[in-house]
């Protein structure tokens, strides 16, 4: 009977370290996230929704140190750069420009991905009304 006992514990262990595993491989790391992904999303301010639904990309820099994420003209047509924060799946940027304004505005963005198929994030444009004076929050999920 003892055996059994040992035997079921050593079964037990083996159970969880192998769940462990698996739940560490589900984990996203941005640097490895470099094929085009759409999402849809919506546009908030203060938890009020102001705009969408509509769809932004995103795709990670060949360096992998960077994201690029761009709205596909419903929302603010913009598309920066952010920098990938190593070992998360965390991504920001400071005064990033946007690469397809005529002015060459600034943008602040800082934001996730998480469980693979969610994305948030804050952005600020330099310009709005009044520049940086709102921060809109992204929020959506893959397509």
């Given at each position: ?46 938890n009020n929704i102001i ?71 804050d952005i600020q444009f ?18």
């Amino acid at each position: 009977m003892k055996k059994v006992h040992y035997l079921f514990i050593v079964m037990l262990l083996f159970s969880i370290v192998a769940c462990e595993q698996s739940l560490e491989k589900e984990k996203i790391e941005l640097q490895e996230y470099n094929t085009l992904v759409n999402w849809t999303v919506n546009a908030y301010i203060d938890n009020n929704i102001i705009f969408g639904p509509f769809t932004i990309s995103t795709q990670t820099a060949s360096s992998k140190e960077a994201i690029t994420i761009k709205d596909n003209g419903s929302f603010w047509k913009f598309q920066t750069k952010a920098e990938l924060i190593k070992s998360t799946d965390r991504f920001n940027a400071k005064s990033s420009i946007n690469e397809i304004s005529s002015l060459g505005a600034k943008i602040n963005i800082n934001g996730s991905i998480f469980d693979k198929d969610s994305i948030s994030f804050d952005i600020q444009f330099e310009d709005d009304e009044t520049p940086y004076g709102f921060t809109y929050i992204i929020r959506g999920h893959r397509n």
